[in-house]
């Protein structure tokens, strides 16, 4: 995959992109929203098919109260990927931020049928059969069973008065007489 293809993702980029790709994370993280922003721009300048980058400019803006800005930044990162569910998650964040409530319920409808559609596409492994995903993956996985307990089963079984009566109520409605007990 080049560096043109659309849909750029993390793990086909040079170590030297990947490595300002960190760092402007980085410094996302403690808060540097303006230098974080500024580093995703570079970024987008060289490469402006790298969607991740444009998912986290947009929150950047966001982040520093410019919910115009957010709002374009993730129409561009839409454009890149259209049915991505966190696209239509954070621009249902941004509109909800700016104001525009129904704008933002649209995109919040959005990113649950990007949802939906994910899911159908990528069902997990023993979805539908009680099995945990991670257990059908790797045995090491999975929890801990208890062993059942070991039960006999009983040689007579009780008397179930519940019967009688109910025998006892359609033998009075024939007008025969009730069985012996």
């Not at 960190?22 to 995703?40: I, L, R, S, V």
């Not at 941004?94 to 159908?120: N, P, V």
Request: hydrophobic letters at 40%; charged letters at 25%.
């Amino acid at each position: 995959m080049s560096l043109n293809d659309a849909n750029l993702r993390l793990m086909d980029l040079p170590e030297s992109l990947q490595t300002a790709y960190d760092d402007a994370t980085f410094a996302y993280t403690q808060g540097n929203y303006a230098e974080a922003a500024a580093a995703f721009r570079d970024m987008l300048t060289l490469h402006p098919d790298l969607f991740d980058a444009q998912l986290s400019l947009a929150m950047c803006l966001y982040r520093q109260g410019d919910f115009a800005g957010a709002i374009a930044e993730g129409h561009r990162a839409e454009r890149m990927r259209p049915n991505e569910q966190l696209v239509h998650t954070n621009l249902s964040l941004f509109y909800m931020k700016s104001g525009d409530k129904q704008t933002a319920e649209k995109h919040g409808l959005q990113a649950r049928i990007a949802s939906w559609k994910e899911g159908l596409a990528n069902p997990a492994p023993g979805a539908g059969t009680g099995a945990a995903p991670a257990a059908a993956m790797d045995p090491e996985l999975q929890m801990a069973q208890p062993t059942p307990k070991s039960f006999k089963l009983p040689e007579k079984f009780p008397d179930m008065p519940w019967k009688k009566k109910a025998a006892e109520k359609a033998a009075a409605k024939a007008g025969e007489a009730p069985p012996a007990h």
